[in-house]
Structure formats: structure tokens, C-alpha cells
């Protein structure tokens, strides 16, 4: 089954409502187990791709600020969003999109497995294909009437780009102000990079939030040189930069050094994925214990595309053999920055 063209523009009048069963995915997220090597490229018929969104999403997970956080709820605003919905019944008939019938699609309200409801919503065909592979029911909405519609509804959490990495937990409390047109005052990133299920994601709103950061000594230069001699020779891997990753609630001396890479032709499951990882980080180790005992390190796998071009924009690439076309975000008017009590 491929991802259903159900792309028909919608208001705020497409109704929301919890499925009587609520779905919990099952797909895998992050950095060390993505699910796809290389990007999907956009099928005919599907709307745009969320590409400013995406380029804030990345330099905010590069670099925690208010400008960079202010940028990804503007961006939440503006964009296009494949919303999505809940499965039709089986012995009903899905209704065509821009037909009559089409306004009343539910919106999928799911729950994680504390039992939060959460929606999903991404930037892109593909993101929503590395969530739901065997495909589903979306509808593209401009991100402020998404959050005018589940207002009223029983999520607690929007999550952008589930099973993707990096990607978004908007609370209540912001998706709220959203809705208003109100840029919110967070001191906290919506923007997370993790590995784990969808459905723990939602639940991470609460218990911190995944930072990643890029300094540029976070290894020396001695094994910044043997850790790219080994990974350029490796004809499956395409693009590399070093970084460090700080989970949630792990502490200020929490954070992991990590070599993010891009890759090709390796199987798209999550074990083999690993299983890759775990070969390239045995290969630049080898042999070389007592340079790395010290600084130890993990390594994963970034497909997004909007990764590699802030990568390249912010002059901290180690090496791309392919890189992506780049594109500069544009500024937003008309938002409003304010304070909204609970």
C-alpha cells in the first residue's frame, strides 16, 4: 500500500473526533536506527514539502536559541502540514478529497503507552511514509488551522515528523497559543532528536527533551583526522559531521559524542541500520583503542535532507559526496510574540 493521495486542501471545518480504538504506532525514530537511509523522493500529487520548517527544526536542534526556537513556531504557523486521519471504517467508502463527504474525516487521536492522546502531523510525503510505511490517511492543513482544530480535542500533545528525526512535541499550553497566532516564550526546544517509538514521544514533553549540539572540539584533531580517513573510505557512506547529543534528564555531563552520518545503499530496517553503526563505529575504533578510550562515542544515521543543508550552511561539514541543493529560509510578518498564563 503507498501513501494514500488524500492531499485535498482543508479548513478548520474538517471535524476532529477519537477514533473509538486508538492506534499506537509502531515505527522507530532517531538518530542510531532510522528508518530510511536516503530520502524518499516526493510522489506526484503530493503537496509541498515543508522545507522551511525543516531548515528551522535543524538549526534549532543544532543550536538551542530563542531566535532559532522563535523560527520554528513561526515556521509552525506558515507551513503546510500532512495532518493524520483516522482509518475509515472497513466496510465504509473514503471520500473523495473536495467532495462534501470529505469534511467530516476524523482526525487521528492516538496514545502512547501512558495512555496520552496525542495527534501526528509532518512537513513532507516522505516524513509521514517513515512513520506509517504501509501508508494512511493525510490531509494537508496550514499548520495554525491544525491547531485551531485540536484545541478543543482530547490531545494533549501534537508531535510533528513522528519517526523522524528531528522532530517537534508541541503541549497544549503551545499549540494553544499557536492557534492565537502567538508565538510562545518557551525556555525549553520544541525541537528533539531521540531513539525510540512514536508513541514515547509524546510522553517526553514532560520529561525533558533530547538537545544535540555541534562544538567544534568536541574531539581533537587527531581523531577528528582518523575518524574521516576511515569514514571517507567507506563507499556507503555519503556525508558525516561530528556532534554530541544530550538525552533527557541526563544531566549537564550527560552528553554523548555522536558521528552523524548519511548513508546509501543499506537496508532500511532498523536492525540493519544498527547493525551498520555499530560496523562503523567498530572500524574507526580498531586498533586504535587507546586514541578513543578517552572520548568515547556513538554513531547514527541522519536521512533528512534539511539536516545536510544546515550542516552545509553552517560551515560544519566534514565531508558530503553528494550534497543537496541548498535553499535559504525566508522571514515570516504578522506573528505575535506574547506571554499566555495556563
Same mark, same amino acid.
Given at each position: 500500500?503507498?501513501?494514500?493521495?488524500?492531499?485535498?486542501?482543508?479548513?478548520?471545518?474538517?471535524?476532529?473526533?477519537?477514533?473509538?480504538?486508538?492506534?499506537?504506532?509502531?515505527?522507530?525514530?532517531?538518530?542510531?536506527?532510522?528508518?530510511?537511509?536516503?530520502?524518499?523522493?516526493?510522489?506526484?500529487?503530493?503537496?509541498?514539502?515543508?522545507?522551511?520548517?525543516?531548515?528551522?527544526?535543524?538549526?534549532?536542534?543544532?543550536?538551542?536559541?530563542?531566535?532559532?526556537?522563535?523560527?520554528?513556531?513561526?515556521?509552525?504557523?506558515?507551513?503546510?502540514?500532512?495532518?493524520?486521519?483516522?482509518?475509515?471504517?472497513?466496510?465504509?467508502?473514503?471520500?473523495?478529497?473536495?467532495?462534501?463527504?470529505?469534511?467530516?474525516?476524523?482526525? $487521528? !487521536? %492516538?496514545?502512547?503507552? &501512558? +495512555?496520552?492522546?496525542?495527534?501526528?502531523?509532518?512537513?513532507?510525503?516522505?516524513? *509521514?511514509?517513515?512513520?506509517?510505511?504501509?501508508?494512511?490517511?493525510?490531509?494537508?492543513?496550514?499548520?495554525?488551522?491544525?491547531?485551531?482544530?485540536?484545541?478543543?480535542?482530547?490531545?494533549?500533545?501534537?508531535?510533528?515528523?513522528?519517526?523522524?528525526?528531528?522532530?517537534?512535541?508541541?503541549?497544549?499550553?503551545?499549540?494553544?497559543?499557536?492557534?492565537?497566532?502567538?508565538?510562545?516564550?518557551?525556555?525549553?526546544?520544541?525541537?528533539?532528536?531521540?531513539?525510540?517509538?512514536?508513541?514515547?514521544?509524546?510522553?517526553?514533553?514532560?520529561?525533558?527533551?533530547?538537545?544535540?549540539?555541534?562544538?567544534?572540539?568536541?574531539?581533537?584533531?587527531?581523531?577528528?583526522?582518523?575518524?574521516?580517513?576511515?569514514?571517507?573510505?567507506?563507499?556507503?557512506?555519503?556525508?558525516?559531521?561530528?556532534? $554530541? !547529543? %544530550?538525552?533527557?534528564? &541526563? +544531566?549537564?555531563?550527560?552528553?554523548?559524542?555522536?558521528?552523524?552520518?548519511?548513508? *546509501?545503499?543499506?537496508?532500511?530496517?532498523?536492525?540493519?541500520?544498527?547493525?551498520?553503526?555499530?560496523?562503523?563505529?567498530?572500524?574507526?575504533?580498531?586498533?586504535?583503542?587507546?586514541?578513543?578510550?578517552?572520548?568515547?562515542?556513538?554513531?547514527?544515521?541522519?536521512?533528512?535532507?534539511?539536516?545536510?543543508?544546515?550542516?552545509?550552511?553552517?560551515?560544519?561539514?566534514?565531508?558530503?559526496?553528494?550534497?543537496?541543493?541548498?535553499?535559504?529560509?525566508?522571514?515570516?510578518?504578522?506573528?505575535?510574540?506574547?506571554?499566555?498564563?495556563?
Amino acid at each position: 500500500m503507498v501513501l494514500k493521495k488524500l492531499f485535498g486542501k482543508r479548513e478548520t471545518e474538517v471535524e476532529q473526533k477519537t477514533p473509538a480504538t486508538a492506534e499506537t504506532p509502531v515505527a522507530k525514530a532517531g538518530a542510531s536506527a532510522s528508518p530510511e537511509a536516503k530520502p524518499a523522493a516526493q510522489e506526484p500529487g503530493e503537496p509541498k514539502v515543508a522545507e522551511y520548517l525543516e531548515l528551522a527544526m535543524v538549526e534549532n536542534a543544532r543550536q538551542d536559541t530563542a531566535d532559532s526556537r522563535r523560527k520554528v513556531y513561526q515556521e509552525l504557523l506558515f507551513s503546510e502540514l500532512l495532518l493524520a486521519l483516522a482509518e475509515p471504517d472497513a466496510n465504509g467508502q473514503v471520500p473523495e478529497a473536495g467532495s462534501e463527504n470529505s469534511q467530516n474525516m476524523s482526525v $487521528a !487521536i %492516538l496514545q502512547n503507552s &501512558a +495512555g496520552t492522546p496525542f495527534a501526528a502531523a509532518f512537513t513532507s510525503g516522505a516524513a *509521514a511514509r517513515r512513520w506509517r510505511p504501509d501508508g494512511g490517511q493525510y490531509v494537508s492543513v496550514r499548520g495554525q488551522d491544525i491547531f485551531k482544530l485540536l484545541e478543543p480535542s482530547p490531545a494533549e500533545v501534537i508531535v510533528i515528523n513522528a519517526g523522524s528525526a528531528p522532530f517537534i512535541i508541541l503541549p497544549k499550553i503551545e499549540y494553544r497559543q499557536l492557534a492565537m497566532g502567538i508565538v510562545p516564550q518557551s525556555q525549553n526546544s520544541p525541537v528533539q532528536i531521540a531513539s525510540g517509538a512514536p508513541e514515547a514521544e509524546a510522553s517526553q514533553a514532560q520529561d525533558g527533551q533530547m538537545q544535540v549540539a555541534f562544538p567544534p572540539d568536541v574531539f581533537s584533531d587527531e581523531q577528528k583526522t582518523h575518524a574521516v580517513n576511515m569514514l571517507n573510505s567507506n563507499a556507503k557512506i555519503e556525508a558525516a559531521v561530528f556532534g $554530541a !547529543i %544530550l538525552p533527557p534528564n &541526563a +544531566g549537564e555531563n550527560g552528553w554523548i559524542r555522536t558521528i552523524f552520518l548519511r548513508v *546509501a545503499g543499506v537496508q532500511e530496517t532498523a536492525e540493519d541500520m544498527q547493525s551498520f553503526c555499530t560496523g562503523v563505529k567498530d572500524s574507526i575504533v580498531g586498533g586504535q583503542e587507546e586514541l578513543f578510550s578517552a572520548a568515547p562515542f556513538e554513531v547514527g544515521v541522519m536521512p533528512d535532507p534539511g539536516f545536510w543543508q544546515a550542516m552545509h550552511q553552517n560551515n560544519i561539514i566534514l565531508f558530503d559526496k553528494n550534497p543537496p541543493p541548498m535553499s535559504q529560509a525566508e522571514a515570516k510578518d504578522g506573528v505575535v510574540d506574547a506571554h499566555l498564563e495556563a
